[in-house]
């Protein structure tokens, strides 16, 4: 998988997250928002073809930065879930979804002749 694939497949888990919201499906939602993302998946590649570990894959994420830390976000929207705040939710997943659409990846290396 691509970034770019990568990219796009999470921006469609993301709107599927925010569809949880919208319904208020509490539930659904926490587990979406758990769920392993193919960033996340495409950042393990990166990091195992790097020789390091599954502890890794963080550092070869692109959405890592000081502004937007992955596993601080998934708690505060399901805490925010939980307190029934699903207007302030649906605010949090919008900011991701247009994070993810503005995202810019890297190209791939042309495949070998």
């Not at 993302?37 to 020789?51: I, N, W």
């Amino acid at each position: 998988m691509t970034w770019e694939e990568a990219r796009q497949r999470t921006l469609d888990q993301w709107r599927r997250v925010g569809a949880l919201a919208t319904a208020r499906d509490i539930k659904g939602f926490a587990h979406a928002v758990n769920t392993c993302t193919p960033l996340c998946e495409k950042a393990q590649d990166e990091a195992e073809r790097e020789g390091l570990g599954e502890d890794s894959r963080c550092y070869f994420c692109l959405r890592l930065s000081p502004r937007s830390e992955c596993r601080r976000i998934f708690s505060d929207l399901i805490v925010t879930a939980l307190d029934g705040d699903w207007t302030a939710v649906q605010q949090q997943v919008d900011v991701v979804v247009k994070d993810l659409e503005a995202m810019r990846v890297p190209e791939e290396p042309a495949a070998a002749q």
